[in-house]
């Protein structure tokens, strides 16, 4: 078995560090079901209708039939011939994230935007002074819902790629918390697909290489994973191990 930290050491080096990671829930299409009630509840993609459109973004509704961003709006209708395409607004879901923002730095200036709808805050000192993060996130979640009439999810734990993965945990309006001392054995039982950066074909490869879970990318030496993957290996050998410096 490769080395890796025990739980008890990451505690102790990281427990100072609180990382939220905020991501709206099917935000574009829930913007638009929240600003025409006749969407609410229905199956509804942002994007073209058209043969050669695509899917922007899809509500909850729309995902149970499989419909998911970055399909062909012909499949799209295909598996899901409820489903109503609204074409997007990009000016408003730009206010909109701006006012997700003004809510952010409420709590911290410390924030990396990852997209309209995805970002990073480092509330290991926050204006508040409120001791847990997972309150924080809380409140931010409170916040969205209160004055924007949107749902959030949020994951909070030590690290960015911990923090990330935690807010995906328990989509949609989920929150979850990574603690330092848990750290290890949640990533052991983590599907390789659930890693952040491990897209379809590196975790095809990883499958052929025996990984498929955190515990088994955490058996495969440094010198295997960077062979096979290159600096990426380097991560992917790091994530295993509850470790992210970014």
């Known amino acids: 078995m490769g080395k890796f930290a025990h739980p008890s050491t990451i505690a102790g080096a990281m427990n100072e560090r609180k990382i939220i990671h905020i991501d709206m829930d099917a935000f574009y299409a ?6 025409n009630p006749e969407l609410r509840g ?3 993609a942002v994007g073209h209708a058209e043969r050669r459109g695509v899917v922007a973004a899809a509500s909850y509704e729309a995902r149970r039939y499989g419909v998911r961003s970055a399909m062909s709006s012909q499949k799209a209708k295909r598996i899901c011939p409820e489903l109503i395409f609204v074409n997007g607004r990009m000016d408003v879901y730009k206010s909109v994230s701006q006012s997700i923002h003004d809510i952010f730095h409420e709590y911290t200036d410390i924030i990396e935007p990852i997209s309209l709808d995805e970002a990073f805050l480092d509330v290991t000192v926050n204006k508040p002074g409120i001791e847990l993060g997972v309150d924080i ?3 931010i979640k409170r916040k969205i819902r209160e004055r924007l009439n949107l749902v959030a999810s949020a994951g909070v734990s030590y690290n960015k790629f911990l923090a990330k ?4 945990y328990r989509k949609p309006d989920g929150l979850c918390t990574i603690h330092p001392s848990q750290a290890l054995d949640f990533i052991a039982k983590l599907p390789i697909e659930d890693f952040w950066g491990v897209g379809p074909v590196t975790a095809g490869k990883m499958h052929s290489m025996g990984i498929h879970n955190g515990a088994q990318l955490r058996d495969c030496p440094k010198r ?5 993957f290159g600096k990426a290996g380097l991560i992917y050998y790091d994530f295993a191990r509850g470790i992210d410096n970014r």
């Open 42 to 44: 229905r199956p509804v």
């Open 30 to 35: 829930s913007v638009e079901q929240r600003d």
């Open 165 to 168: 993965i935690a807010s995906d």
């Open 137 to 139: 996130a809380r409140e």
């Open 224 to 228: 295997i994973l960077t062979r096979a």
